[in-house]
């Protein structure tokens, strides 16, 4: 099952499978993004960003880029009955980053779901200043990868003033079952001026082997727009994510993240916000519980271009086994976003002598006029808090799993979506208590 | 109360020469150099002008070859043009007189120059409780109560002397703690170095005095490598403090030097510096680069190594003093003052390596920018996996007096093992307008509550410091403020 | 000769205007009172007169000893003898409240043309006059105000003022979050830095600090206006009827 090939080797195989591909973006785009790819080459640990976060799984998995004509979409049935498929949303459910259906209709007004392989001329133009415009092909090469071999998008757009009441749900289902496999979804939400919504975004793999999901999603929050958006990932050990979240955010509007692991083989997290205007609100949260030999890699920017804006990052994580996390979270001030607010705080829990954690909050600030802070801790559990339970009769095991629920649980109650928060907590607790 | 009256740092603001930088003079004095360039026939040259054993070549030529595949770092968030290597004497020293056997024979000509600085070496006026090493372009020109560290066994002498008099310590040690592949300017000053401090306590002595050297760079278009070594024995203590000025020139300077520290069991460290090179004019023009690798090792259980710094000049600033936390129980502290003004750039910050169990560090970081300058913090705090009930606390803090410079926290945070503590908070802000009211409203000047507030800020690290020090660093930072408040 | 004159002093912050035209003349050897409603511009008066940046004056004149107030930077009205007792205290981190003292000091001696004091002198200076506010002397080689309770830093201000020797000294609120002991120490503070030189404004919401500084004048401030002036019964009679009747008797 398992052959090791050398990276350049796997570097190479990918290349040769652009010709075979019907990609998504215009051809010149797809070229620039390969050599793009090309250049950079699959990152190793001499590079800054991926310092910590070894990609030797790429080589042991013989992974194939998925092609749209190859895609089973029989699957749906095994997760007919997943809890996840159970909640409260309206939902897009996506097989390798594809949709069986080409009748994206949402039952909501004011919202359209759609295909960009669907899209005419005309519809093209209308996203032409939305797809691709927040990101960078340089210095990215999973986001070049993903922009040579996305075959689809998928398009959410919330229309000026709506406030859409059910949470729109995107499902990711990865699917592998006779051989590896990378796909490269892609998804494009715009969320118009005055509007609000909830986004929840949830991966689940199936199938015998290995696969990546190499993702790149951009997000628009217009003015004075209200976005709530989760990611939830609750994954075998077959399970890779390699995903690019883009926020641009426009003047007093609202986004918040929250991002909850509980599971996965490998899953590396980039999510960037630009505050791009005034009186911006941007909150970023998670949190991770790794067990196995599990990696979970957390790299958040929040960019701050304007004055009066605030930021807030909270990420927890909690490590067992032999399992890693990596934390890379920074505040960027430019020259004139004075009278910013920005925070950014990291706590982790290691429960094992094998587990190990790797954080690096950073500040990098050009106006004077900011209140910025941050603070990152690792350590054991408290031994006082769990001294206080105890004398309370309360059993050792019994306290420390009170306490890193407490820990686990400050994250989940920021969703406020309540039949997946309550699920949530429901897995953290069944979780923490094996 | 009494003490902090008369510690009292205000007289000192007042004292202020109101100029700016004011060691900015140079001394002709005669000097001979080696050809401008590196290659291994400079190596050759330095090795044999320094009559050194074969052992030291040797290690010289390996350095130098390592080098050569080396190429210079990029990652610090510094900007500076190209250096050529090729285009610098590696050597400059004053022209020897033979047979210099005490300060009375040393050239009048040098004495007056350390005069100038405040630091008088001969006998009748020579600073009480401390012992002067005096280093001019990274040659040892004079050592001061020679004798009586002699009586305890304290060895204090320049390291050219200790290659000839101690060769079984300088190659047992010289090394250790930085070996020649640890990184560029590393290799350099392993291949170049002329001269430094040495430094050796032995076992169970309290050093009696203060072990201080005085770098002075005076020569122009010379890179200044200078190499310190200090080993602590079992249950031995030292206290080091090193001063650093040079000439005004429009040039950039080149300053690669290495300091290694081996603390053995129950012996104790504290290393001090205030770092002043000519940070170059108000336009950026000349100035140090410096770039400094610095690294103790509590190699036995119980030991310290305790880093200060003030870090007030250079054009460019790159260095981490850093600890390797090796015996059980051992202490890392790194105290850290960096200003910058002016297009300074500043990358400092420091290391902490545990792999005992039991160990402590503390990082107290206070940067202040200012002018166009940059001013980061960047720092590791690694814990390996047997480093059982390690702590570290680190606290960095960053205050920014204007909006055309940056300040930067990159601290890195390694666990491995799950009974350490590791705590980092870091803040970036600028002086409260509120609290710049209140003095004025005592009747205090801005430009004076501006310098008053930032000694405050770095009270934390200055208390850290030797009295005679601390007072010295108050008053570059307030005059490196100078100009900072519009 | 008025020590501090106040003619038709209109202020506001950001646009805001809050003194409509206020009117006050303080003679040497005496102490006036401002009682007044939340919202009323006390505070406002106390921050225009130290010159607060943030507040704009734009109309009319305050002639402090015969010179033009609202023309001096904030340290120069302090050198000249104008003093802000604070409501709110800043706490300054790291520097000494001897250190800051003697810096203030030797500036406003600077500004008078007088040497500055030498350590002996300061030292002596600083515990003879922190008797008079009650306060240990290990205080004053705490860094200012951090980690004081409230009290702590009222009487804090109270010793500054003591050390400073302003002719002119403004006490904004600084009984406001006092307990009783605390106020006695700051009323008694005052009451003994008080001489026939120098003059006091005390601001405060309530009559009871009149209790222990007895005011020669009382006004009542309302919407940026001195509405009504009288002697210390008018601070009772305030403390018992409100502020309401003052406001009509105004309008009538």
């Known amino acids: ?23 998504l973006s215009a051809e010149s785009n797809r070229r620039e993004a390969l050599a793009q790819f090309d250049s950079y080459g699959i990152p190793t640990l001499k590079h800054e960003h991926w310092k910590y976060t070894g990609l030797t799984f790429l080589n042991k998995h013989n992974f194939d880029i998925i092609k749209k004509s190859e895609v089973d979409y029989s699957v749906m049935q095994q997760f007919a009955n997943h809890p996840l498929n159970n909640i409260e949303a309206e939902k897009v459910v996506l097989v390798n980053g594809f949709s069986a259906s080409s009748n994206l209709k949402s039952n909501q007004s004011g919202v359209t779901i759609s295909r960009l392989s669907d899209f005419d001329d005309a519809q093209k133009a209308q996203i032409s200043d939305y797809y691709g415009q927040s990101i960078k092909l340089e210095n990215n090469p999973f986001i070049a990868l993903n922009t040579a071999f996305a075959q689809d998008c998928i398009v959410i757009k919330i229309d000026k003033n709506t406030v859409v009441e059910t949470p729109l749900q995107i499902v990711y289902l990865n699917f592998a079952d006779t051989h590896a496999i990378i796909n490269n979804p892609r998804l494009l939400v715009i969320a118009e001026e005055g509007s609000q919504a909830t986004i929840i975004e949830s991966v689940h793999s199936f199938g015998e082997f290995a696969s990546l999901k190499n993702s790149v999603s951009e997000y628009y929050v217009a003015k004075n727009a209200s976005l709530e958006h989760y990611r939830i990932q609750d994954d075998s050990e077959l399970s890779h994510t390699i995903d690019f979240t883009q926020v641009n955010q426009e003047n007093d509007s609202h986004y918040h993240n929250v991002n909850v692991s509980l599971g996965g083989q490998f899953n590396r997290n980039n999510i960037h916000t630009l505050l791009n205007g005034e009186n911006i609100e941007s909150n970023l949260s998670g949190v991770f519980i790794t067990s196995g030999n599990e990696l979970f890699d957390i790299h958040s920017l929040a960019d701050h271009a304007f004055p009066n804006c605030e930021s807030n990052e909270n990420y927890k994580g909690i490590l067992l086994g032999n399992s890693t996390g990596i934390f890379n979270g920074k505040i960027l001030v430019r020259k004139d976003a004075q009278k910013t607010n920005a925070y950014q705080s990291n706590k982790n829990v290691l429960l094992s002598d094998n587990a190990s954690i790797f954080t690096k909050p950073e500040l990098e600030i050009y106006a004077d006029d900011v209140k910025c802070s941050h603070g990152a801790t690792s350590g054991a559990l408290d031994e006082i808090s769990i001294f206080y339970l105890v004398s309370r009769g309360i059993g050792r095991k019994k306290a420390e799993a009170m306490i890193l629920n407490a820990i686990a649980d400050d994250i989940i109650d920021l969703i406020k979506h309540e039949p997946l928060r309550l699920h949530l907590l429901e897995r953290v607790e069944n979780k923490l208590n094996q | ?43 050759r040259f330095i090795s044999l002008k320094k009559k050194e054993p074969e052992f030291m070549l040797n290690w010289r030529l390996k350095a130098y070859r390592h080098w050569l595949k080396m190429k210079e770092p990029k990652w610090q968030k510094v900007n500076f043009p190209q250096i050529d290597y090729q285009d610098a004497y590696y050597y400059a020293a004053p022209v020897d007189k033979p047979g210099l056997k005490d300060l009375n024979e040393v050239d009048p000509d040098i004495l007056s120059i350390y005069e100038k600085l405040g630091i008088p070496l001969n006998e009748q006026k020579k600073l009480q409780g401390i012992a002067v090493d005096a280093v001019l372009d990274s040659v040892s020109v004079a050592t001061t109560f020679k004798d009586k560290l002699n009586e305890a066994g304290i060895i204090f002498c320049p390291i050219s002397e200790a290659v000839h008099s101690h060769p079984e310590l300088v190659e047992k040690y010289l090394g250790s703690v930085v070996p020649h592949t640890d990184n560029f300017f590393a290799a350099l000053n392993s291949a170049v170095f002329s001269d430094g401090s040495f430094v050796y306590i032995p076992k169970g002595v309290r050093c009696p005095m203060e072990l201080s050297t005085y770098f002075r760079i005076n020569a122009s278009n010379t890179g200044q490598f200078e190499r310190t070594l200090i080993i602590a024995e079992e249950g031995s203590y030292v206290s080091y403090l090193e001063g650093c000025t040079a000439p005004m020139r429009d040039e950039n300077q080149l300053h690669a030097a290495v300091v290694e520290l081996v603390a053995h069991k129950n012996a104790e460290i504290k290393y001090s510096t205030v770092q002043n090179w000519y940070p170059g004019d108000k336009e950026g023009k000349g100035g140090i680069y410096n770039f400094v690798t610095k690294r103790g090792i509590c190699e036995g259980a119980n030991s310290k190594i305790s880093w200060t710094q003030v870090e007030t000049g250079s054009s460019i600033t790159w260095k981490y003093p850093s600890c390797i936390l090796k015996g059980d129980n051992s202490i890392g502290e790194f105290y850290s003052v960096a200003m910058t003004n002016n297009y300074q750039q500043a990358d400092t910050g420091t290391k902490m390596i545990h792999i005992g169990k039991n160990t402590k560090s503390r990082i107290v970081s206070k940067g202040i920018s200012a002018g166009f300058s940059e001013n980061s913090y960047r720092g590791l705090v690694k814990i390996t996996k047997n480093a059982s009930k390690s702590r570290n606390f680190s606290q960095c803090d960053s205050l920014l007096l204007g909006d055309k410079c940056g300040a930067h926290t990159f601290p890195y945070l390694e666990i491995q093992n799950k009974s350490a503590t590791v705590e980092h908070e870091a803040t970036t802000s600028k002086i409260s307008e509120d609290i710049i009211f209140y003095l004025n409203q005592r009747g205090i000047s801005t430009e004076d509550a501006v310098a008053l507030i930032v000694n405050g800020y770095a009270k934390e690290v200055l208390n850290q410091l030797p009295m005679e020090f601390a007072v010295e660093a108050q008053k570059l930072l307030a005059i490196s403020l100078e100009g900072s408040v519009g | 000769m008025a020590l501090i004159e106040i003619k038709n002093l209109k202020a506001n912050i950001y646009g805001n205007e809050i003194l409509h035209g206020l009117n006050l003349t303080i003679n040497a050897g005496e102490i006036h009172a401002i009682m007044g409603p939340n919202g009323s511009g006390k505070s406002t008066l106390a921050s225009v007169l130290a010159g607060k940046e943030e507040f704009e004056v734009t109309e009319g004149t305050v002639t402090f000893d015969g010179i033009d107030l609202l023309d001096m930077s904030p340290e120069d009205r302090a050198r000249a003898g104008v003093f802000l007792a604070f409501q709110y205290p800043v706490e300054i981190p790291g520097v000494s409240n001897a250190n800051f003292l003697k810096t203030a000091i030797n500036e406003i001696r600077k500004f008078r043309n007088q040497d500055p004091l030498d350590a002996m002198d300061f030292l002596q200076m600083m515990k003879e006059r922190a008797k008079l506010v009650e306060i240990e002397s290990s205080f004053l080689s705490r860094s200012v105000n951090v980690g004081f309770s409230g009290g702590e830093k009222k009487k804090n201000e109270i010793f500054q003022m003591a050390m400073l020797e302003p002719k002119f000294a403004v006490l904004d609120e600084t009984d406001s979050g006092l307990d009783i002991d605390a106020m006695k120490v700051v009323a008694n503070g005052v009451n003994k830095l008080k001489t026939d030189d120098n003059a006091f404004l005390i601001i405060t919401h309530y009559q009871r600090l009149l209790d222990y500084i007895i005011p020669d004048f009382v006004h009542v401030l309302s919407e940026g206006r001195i509405i009504k002036s ?18 009509a008797e105004a309008i009538a």
């Open chain 1, 1 to 23: 099952m398992s052959t090791n090939i050398s990276t350049s080797e796997f570097k190479q195989k990918l290349i040769n499978q652009f010709d075979s591909l019907n990609g």
């Open chain 2, 1 to 43: 109360m009494s003490q902090d009256v008369k510690d009292d740092d205000q007289l000192l603001l007042e004292n202020l020469a109101k100029s700016e930088y004011k060691y900015g003079f140079f001394s002709d004095i005669e000097q001979e150099f080696a050809p401008k360039g590196l290659n291994e026939d400079i190596v």
């Open chain 3, 230 to 247: 009288g002697g210390k019964e008018l601070a009772y009679e305030l403390e018992e009827r409100g502020y309401d009747w003052v406001k």
